[in-house]
T-cell receptor
Framework: KQEVTQIPAALSVPEGENLVLNCSFT??????LQWFRQDPGKGLTSLLL?????REQTSGRLNASLDKSSGRSTLYIAASQPGDSATYLC????????????FGRGTQLTVWP | GEEVAQTPKHLVRGEGQKAKLYCAPI?????VFWYQQVLKNEFKFLIS????????ETGMPKERFSAKCLPNSPCSLEIQATKLEDSAVYFC????????????FGQGTRLTVV
């Protein structure tokens, strides 16, 4: 069974800080890992997708890394802004389970001005 | 369409009533997934489709839940005789393939059973 854990559960930082959100998974036989953002009362917005053969992906101020062998991924957010405030979720695709995603509980991020 | 469209956004049902939720996947996406978000951020997989065929239904509570994806119609998730514990946000996602590609999620339907 795949278990996905995200640490910390909540994070509150002043604007401008660089932050790291952590995601760990118990079964390293994954196909890919996806980071999402969820705003209150809204759906999930896909941020980055890392294939199992990749080490990292970048999009603007976001950088996600993947260490499959140790079962870890990090999402790095540079120069955080109040608009980054949201819940960040990571989800893994085991490949063997036909595209089904296993989600962590998320990190609730608050960036204050 | 360019996004996954879910309707309605909110649904309130009395205990024992039927609830039906709809999802229009992104055009060209062959795979549709339904998830239930309960409590705070706990996502539970329900069912997936490849076009109109059930792909994986291992997460479905079969006694009251059913789902369909028919050609030229939105996909649907139906709950017969709703219970209080069915209160949750139901998300639909679509992707081009079953694995290895990005999953795109709709805005969700918040079901409240009273």
């Amino acid at each position: 069974k795949q278990e996905v854990t995200q640490i910390p559960a909540a994070l509150s930082v002043p604007e401008g800080e660089n932050l790291v959100l952590n995601c760990s998974f118990t079964d390293s036989a994954i196909y890919n890992l996806q980071w999402f953002r969820q705003d209150p009362g809204k759906g999930l917005t896909s941020l980055l997708l890392i294939q199992s053969s990749q080490r990292e992906q970048t999009s603007g101020r976001l950088n996600a890394s993947l260490d499959k062998s140790s079962g870890r991924s990090t999402l790095y957010i540079a120069a955080s802004q109040p608009g980054d405030s949201a819940t960040y979720l990571c989800a893994v695709d085991r490949g063997s389970t036909l595209g089904r995603l296993y989600f962590g509980r998320g990190t609730q991020l608050t960036v204050w001005p | 369409g360019e996004e996954v469209a879910q309707t309605p956004k909110h649904l309130v049902r009395g205990e024992g009533q039927k609830a039906k939720l709809y999802c229009a996947p992104i055009k060209g996406h062959s795979y549709v997934f339904w998830y239930q978000q309960v409590l705070k951020n706990e996502f539970k997989f329900l069912i997936s489709f490849q076009n109109e065929n059930v792909f994986d239904e291992t997460g479905m509570p079969k006694e009251r839940f059913s789902a369909k994806c028919l050609p030229n119609s939105p996909c649907s998730l139906e709950i017969q005789a709703t219970k209080l514990e069915d209160s949750a946000v139901y998300f639909c996602a679509s992707s081009q393939r079953d694995r290895g590609t990005e999953a795109f999620f709709g805005q969700g339907t918040r079901l409240t059973v009273v």
